[in-house]
T-cell receptor
Framework: GAVVSQHPSRVICKSGTSVKIECRSLDFQATTMFWYRQFPKQSLMLMATSNEGSKATYEQGVEKDKFLINHASLTLSTLTVTSAHPEDSSFYIC????????????FGPGTRLLVL | AQTVTQSQPEMSVQEAETVTLSCTYDTSENNYYLFWYKQPPSRQMILVIRQEAYKQQNATENRFSVNFQKAAKSFSLKISDSQLGDTAMYFCAFMKHGGGGATNKLIFGTGTLLAVQP
């Protein structure tokens, strides 16, 4: 149980285009999902908290118009990187909080984004 | 604000030996959770073990156990009988209990890269 999937696993795009990353909780309903960014050999940096049916909460310094988050259902959250630039190249990881019992976060396998 | 500190950037251990990874945290909260996550070369974050702050008993999961010292705000991870598959980055993380949404975010340490040598 507690499986989270992410799609795509890897994406290469041209500068100026938008990229959508999907995060799904496969066997539980997640009212809250989280989006992280991880640079090589560094820790995870929380970008935003995604709540089903409401607006996402962004961390300080994260541009909400640049990183659009939609949590339209209890099992799906999407992150859209708009007008991507090379500096947006990174590893993006989502997690979903299982509210049953202990509030543990389960992580997706991550998406590697390369902007040319 | 809560902070999590992992003072060992890298560690090495021989296969079958025991290794302890250190983690300290700072918080004024009384109710919280602590976690150890493992990130192997595949970069998939895997939950290793979790501890509720209100529980005095140290959590154990097979070869993994923690030494939770609430007063000292210390949460170390012990890996017994180390295996080659334990080679990974290990992250200690803190989460405040209660509330909802953004209040349940994880705060990660900087990680410890563990190499298990054959």
């Amino acid at each position: 149980g507690a499986v989270v999937s992410q799609h795509p696993s890897r994406v290469i795009c041209k500068s100026g285009t938008s990229v959508k990353i999907e995060c799904r909780s496969l066997d539980f309903q997640a009212t809250t999902m989280f989006w992280y960014r991880q640079f090589p050999k560094q820790s995870l940096m929380l970008m935003a908290t995604s709540n089903e049916g409401s607006k996402a909460t962004y961390e300080q310094g994260v541009e909400k118009d640049k990183f659009l988050i939609n949590h339209a259902s209890l099992t799906l959250s999407t992150l859209t990187v708009t007008s991507a630039h090379p500096e947006d190249s990174s590893f993006y990881i989502c997690s979903a909080r299982d509210p049953g019992g202990i509030w543990t976060q389960y992580f997706g396998p991550g998406t590697r984004l390369l902007v040319l | 604000a809560q902070t999590v500190t992992q003072s060992q950037p890298e560690m090495s251990v021989q296969e079958a030996e025991t290794v302890t990874l250190s983690c300290t945290y700072d918080t004024s909260e009384n109710n919280y959770y602590l976690f150890w996550y493992k990130q192997p070369p595949s970069r998939q974050m895997i939950l290793v073990i979790r501890q509720e702050a209100y529980k005095q008993q140290n959590a154990t999961e097979n070869r993994f156990s923690v030494n939770f010292q609430k007063a000292a705000k210390s949460f170390s991870l012990k890996i017994s009988d180390s295996q080659l598959g334990d080679t990974a980055m290990y992250f200690c993380a803190f989460m405040k209990h209660g509330g909802g949404g953004a209040t349940n975010k994880l705060i990660f340490g900087t990680g410890t890269l563990l190499a298990v040598q054959p």
